[in-house]
């Protein structure tokens, strides 16, 4: 065979393959629909639909925070540049307002808007793919009935080729399942409820599994533990580095109230989360409790026994007398020249050890998931930036340290804490770290609990 | 163990416990009682200072971190004879009511306009939130800061000028 011949049939192989791909890749747009053709929605429905939005925590990324509910705009750094979240309001020209239920639907289940384009896996399909029919239109019914409003983001910032929407094709054929949930006979029905929810609308594995390369989630590696807006999401399997392990009633009262005595309070993208599940019945919440509790499993006698000594060590026991405020001064003794000892003692022991109990006291690091976990970054964003209040409301509260702690400060500071407080071999590179965190070279989202909802807008979950 | 502080322009040497909080110096060796013990905890503001250009609760700042750093209190702002462009809007303002947590407000809003005399009012709102007033001025206390800024750049003056040694 010549060599001509031969490109001509490597030629036509391509043509023919890239033929078959679009064929594979090609979506129809569907049909746009006006407001008035719109059926009247049941208000349970719309109901349902705030609960299901709860879950999902669309509010998080569809909205720029003290900006209008769902009008979109809100940057979604990813390593792969910026995507900007799209307006899920109503309005017919910027946002929703022109989609059919069934447009609707099918974005929910294959990741496809209703021109036809494939959206960035930014939008959790990979995890909405599993949400019932009845939940979408619930949804669908709860979104439009929000209030429409005008607003476009800006274009997302992708380089080459990945601004190619048809990019995405391929990457859902190596990664994108479509498919309902399938419930697990073997397993009980608040069980199946908590996976149908965790796994679905509630996408945890979007933050708490890690990503490959191509960003998406390792599948082998599932709740393993991830990364999200700057923060470490820590593992939620066996190897969560939590110091006291969870139990499916711990887990429920975090999730529902967004804190625990022995673990601490939520923080970062998280305190949206907690924020957010608050609006659930408490059935979901022991629902997805369950779930997640029998994926961390049962742990091992002497792990328990560990968490035993270590809770009647650090936890006043019932009818206990709380020491007052004052007493906190007596704050442990530091070796004479540890640096990192001292400014424990003045800066954190006042309220880590003050005795009172969470929430109006500060976590005692000996339960602190943070000082335990093989990644300190969520320690240092703690340390510089502290816990900003919400607004007229409860909430955890700590002053941040950027403007007295240097670099290498933060870093004694916490190899003494690591040192103390956990059993875990000491963090290498914490001054660096802190360095690109104060900086913001390492991108930190700081957001008091409330901080959708903030305030002069306040719009939220609510809303 | 000896610390020496720089405050308010002047060097002072303190023997302390180098996990002594800061507000614990400035009130009881220096006499400097401007800065007030609220919580305690760092949750309050009433005992905020600036240091090296940052606005910082002293009640949760140990010494030992504080070695060759500018720290300055609402003493440093002016005197009574020569109020600073701060203190002048507070008074013009009548911006105390107890008067508590007014010298943290004061620091809190310094620290600020020192990097942006033109701040406007959701600006200063944000950044003054770490500071609780109970006595409920907040609006005197918005008004004056706001006046502040105006007096530090009409006069262009330099922010922290006319302050006490």
Known sequence: MRPGRLLLGVAALVVIAGGVFLALAWRPGIDPVEATERAEFDPEVVGRGAQLAAVGNCIACHTVPGSKAFAGGLPVPTPFGTIYSTNITPDPATGIGRWSEAAFQRAMREGVDREGNHLYPAFPYDHFTLV???????????????????????????PFPLNIRLVLAGWKLLYFDEGAFQPRSDQSEAWNRGAYLAEGLGHCGACHTPRNALGAEDRDRHFEGGEAEGWQAYAIDEISPAPIPWDA??????????????????????????????????ADIDAIATYVASLMGEPSAERRQQAETLLERVVAGPGAIVPAAADSMDAP?????????????????????????????????????????????????????GLPAADGEASSIMPGFAGVLSDEDVAELLAYMRDQFSDRPAWEGVAELVRATRTGEHKVSIRPSDGIERAPHNVGAED | MAVTLNVNGSAHEIDADPATPLLYVLRNDLALNGAKFGCGLGQCGSCTVIIDGEAVFSCVTPILLLEGREIVTVEGLGTIEEPGPMQAAFIEAQAAQCGYC?????????????????????????????????CGTHSRILKAVLRAGELMQSAGMQPNEGRAG
């Open chain 1, 249 to 282: 009633e711990s887990l429920a009262f975090y999730l529902r109230d967004g804190w625990h005595e022995h673990h601490g309070v939520s923080r970062g993208p998280m305190a949206e989360v907690t924020g957010n599940l608050g609006l659930l019945p408490d």
């Open chain 1, 132 to 158: 019932s029919e009845e939940d979408n239109s619930a949804l669908y019914a709860y979104l439009m009935t929000r209030e429409p409003v005008e607003a476009t983001a800006p274009a997302n910032d992708l």
């Open chain 1, 333 to 385: 003794q530091p070796a004479s020249g540890d640096r990192g000892a001292a400014i424990y003692a003045s800066a954190c022991a006042t309220c880590h050890e003050s005795g009172r109990s969470l929430p109006y006291g500060g976590l005692n690091f000996a339960l602190s998931t943070a000082v335990y976990a093989p990644n300190p970054q969520n320690i240092v964003n703690v340390t510089l930036f």
């Open chain 2, 102 to 134: 007014i010298p943290g407000m004061m620091m809190q809003a310094q620290a600020l306009l020192q990097k942006n005399p033109a701040a406007d009012e959701g600006q200063i709102r944000a950044a003054l939130e770490p500071n609780l007033c109970r």
